[in-house]
């Protein structure tokens, strides 16, 4: 079974860090873009970070010069490192990846990271 699992949410005071990971596992060939998206209570979820090739990453605007996201094609892996936290980063995150398979490709959700932000 294909899925992806996500880790290292938390709680974390504003200015202070957090990395998030999220993990590939199944029967995958290999791995595509992989990205991180977010939402926040009574808001739509929005694009965080993708990496889409070794030379390729977007961020949102309000996320830029703060958070750095990184990809391990060999461990089917990417992260999410989060610095200076803002009290309007807290969200739940949601790692999001294109992987291959003998189906061809496929684009998966993980379950969900919660991430809150407080004082």
């Known amino acids: 079974q294909v899925q992806l699992v996500e880790s290292g949410g938390g709680l974390a005071q504003p200015g202070g860090s957090l990395r998030l990971s999220c993990a590939a596992s199944?029967?995958?060939?290999?791995?595509?873009?992989m990205g991180w998206y977010r939402q926040a209570p009574g808001k739509q979820r929005e694009l965080v970070a993708i990496?889409?090739?070794?030379?390729?990453?977007n961020y949102a605007d309000s996320v830029k010069g703060r958070f750095t996201i990184s990809r391990n094609i060999a461990e089917k892996t990417v992260y999410l490192a989060m610095n200076s936290l803002k009290l309007e980063d807290t969200a739940v995150y949601y790692c999001?990846?294109?992987?291959?398979?003998?189906?061809?490709?496929?684009?998966?959700w993980g379950q969900g990271t919660q991430v809150t932000v407080s004082s």
């Open positions: 990496v889409i090739n070794s030379r390729t990453t």
């Open positions: 199944g029967s995958i060939f290999s791995i595509g873009a």
């Open positions: 999001n990846a294109d992987l291959f398979g003998g189906w061809g490709k496929r684009n998966y």
